[in-house]
């Protein structure tokens, strides 16, 4: 499997930045599904953007849309959730997570993704 660390949360007033990375090790295939997923207080986990490292194809949630762009650094090792035009309802746990995959068909679902970090808060203040 491989091991996820993300990196970068922290609190920011609404219409701030933030940058998330995420550290992954143990690659042993090609071809992954990887994702953001967030997590507030008393509500279910969301899906709010994966990448499909076959052939770099990419989704988001249609609340970050326009707004967060989420990229891969491979000489890095790292997975990025660069987020702009922040709001208070953007607060939540943000985890990492990886699937090997043969196909980016499923990477939106949560439950495809069998690695996970141990998540990073995001805090918007308005």
């Known amino acids: 499997q491989v091991q996820l660390v993300e990196s970068g949360g922290g609190s920011v007033q609404a219409g701030g930045s933030l940058r998330l990375s995420c550290l992954a090790e143990g690659y042993t295939y090609s071809n992954y599904c990887m994702g953001w997923f967030r997590q507030a207080p008393g509500k279910e986990r969301e899906g709010v953007a994966n990448i499909y490292t076959g052939d770099g194809s990419t989704y988001y949630a249609d609340s970050v849309k326009g707004r967060f762009t989420i990229s891969r650094d491979n000489a890095k090792n790292t997975l990025n959730l660069h987020m702009n035009s922040l709001k208070p309802e953007d607060t939540a746990m943000y985890y990492c997570?990886?699937?090997?995959?043969?196909?980016?068909?499923?990477?939106?679902?949560?439950?495809?993704?069998?690695?996970w970090g141990r998540g990073t808060q995001v805090t918007v203040s308005s």
């Open positions: 997570a990886a699937a090997r995959s043969y196909s980016g068909s499923w990477c939106h679902l949560g439950d495809y993704y069998n690695s």
